[in-house]
């Protein structure tokens, strides 16, 4: 089994412990920190809106969601981003932005122009 594989059959396990959760509702529930590296990688598009969805859930539980991520369908989606860079390597690693989506879309970093043309073409008509 991929790793990607793997990761998918822990979120699926986590995300039926969520649905057990909501049922307890009135009940103290613990809050996990969930941590995901690249969760879309192999992903079909069908899948990555699948994957958001599922994400969404957990956060509404009252978990905490950190994705590490690529994808402009899941950064549009977050409620905050930590853009990296400004350059990959030895020209990365530090902190251009922390905003929220549309934050990041003003500070004109590589990851706010790439995201403005993104939801440009995907805003609700």
Do not use: C
């Not at 509702?25 to 941590?35: A, E, F, I, M």
């Not at 990296?84 to 530090?94: D, I, S, T, W, Y």
């Amino acid at each position: 089994m991929s790793g990607g594989e793997a990761q998918r059959i822990k979120l699926v396990t986590e995300l039926s412990k969520v649905r057990d959760d909501i049922r307890k509702r009135g009940q103290k529930v613990p809050h996990t920190l969930y941590v995901l590296d690249e969760p879309t990688v192999g992903l079909h598009m069908a899948d990555v809106d699948l994957l958001i969805r599922v994400l969404h859930r957990l956060v509404d539980a009252g978990h905490s969601v950190v994705v590490i991520e690529h994808d402009l369908d899941v950064i549009a989606e977050a409620d905050w981003v930590i853009d990296l860079g400004p350059e990959g390597g030895n020209q990365g690693g530090r902190i251009v932005t922390q905003a929220t989506p549309e934050g990041v879309v003003r500070s004109r970093s590589h990851t706010g122009v790439a995201l403005q043309g993104f939801l440009s073409m995907h805003e609700p008509v």
